[in-house]
């Protein structure tokens, strides 16, 4: 049984919807299960918001997405300990591909930055599973929305995506074709949870 998952992937992979639906699995089958997200809905997770919406400098973008991660680690410790299996909505791997993104032409090496920045501060996830989509469509899927935040756009998930396929080798790492149907893909993770 794994007790910390993420779920990951560029906009409109259809992470959320899953990780959701894999939340209500596992309850339902009788596991103590929580679903929280980043940016989280504590005041740092708002001003992260609002730091994307606004445009801020990616370096402060950069420090409050890794704070309100450190903040919220704290909550995710705490429901570990009760037991509870922690379903994660984005997490580092979202700081990783996307503020790299942003700071590729600022720095010399912002993936490696980045992740030198917060790895001694936040939890290690069991598994992270990795929402694999064309950015055409996934960005196809999301055309809809109201309002599109100004990460979406192709160009600058096409570098997420190929900053997210370079962070996610590992042992840790489970690649999902995103393109499969969400009956399948909520099957997929339950399945590899609970194994
Ligand atoms: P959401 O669509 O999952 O609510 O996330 C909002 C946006 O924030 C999304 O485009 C991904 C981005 N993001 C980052 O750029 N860095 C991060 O560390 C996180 C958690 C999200």
């Keep these: ?3 910390f998952i993420t779920f990951e992937g560029i906009d409109g992979s ?8 894999v939340a209500e699995k596992l309850k ?3 596991y103590p299960a929580v679903w929280t997200f980043e940016p989280t809905d504590s005041k740092v997770g ?7 919406r606004s445009h801020s400098d ?68 069991d598994r992270t599973f990795l929402f694999v989509i064309d950015p055409k469509a996934s960005l196809a899927r999301i055309q809809h929305r ?12 096409e570098k997420v995506h190929n900053n997210y396929l370079t962070v996610s080798k590992g042992k840790r790492f489970l690649h999902l074709d995103a393109t499969k149907s969400i009956d399948e893909l909520v099957t997929l993770c339950y399945n590899d949870i609970i194994k």
Excluded at 47 to 52: A, H, K, L, N, T
Excluded at 146 to 157: R, S, V
């Design 58 to 125: 990616p370096f402060v973008t950069s420090f409050t997405f890794i704070a309100d991660r450190i903040q919220h680690c704290k909550a995710i410790t705490q429901w570990m300990q009760e037991g509870t299996v922690v379903l994660c909505d984005r997490y580092a791997e979202s700081t990783y591909a996307y503020q790299a993104a942003q700071l590729e032409d600022t720095i010399k090496n912002p993936l490696k930055w980045l992740q030198d920045l917060s790895k001694d501060r936040i939890l290690i996830p």
């Design 14 to 21: 259809g992470k959320s919807t899953v990780s959701k639906l």
């Design 46 to 52: 708002q001003f992260v918001q609002d730091c994307i």
């Design 1 to 3: 049984m794994k007790n």
């Design 28 to 30: 339902a089958a009788g």
């Design 146 to 157: 109201d309002e599109l935040i100004p990460f979406e756009h192709l160009a600058f998930l």
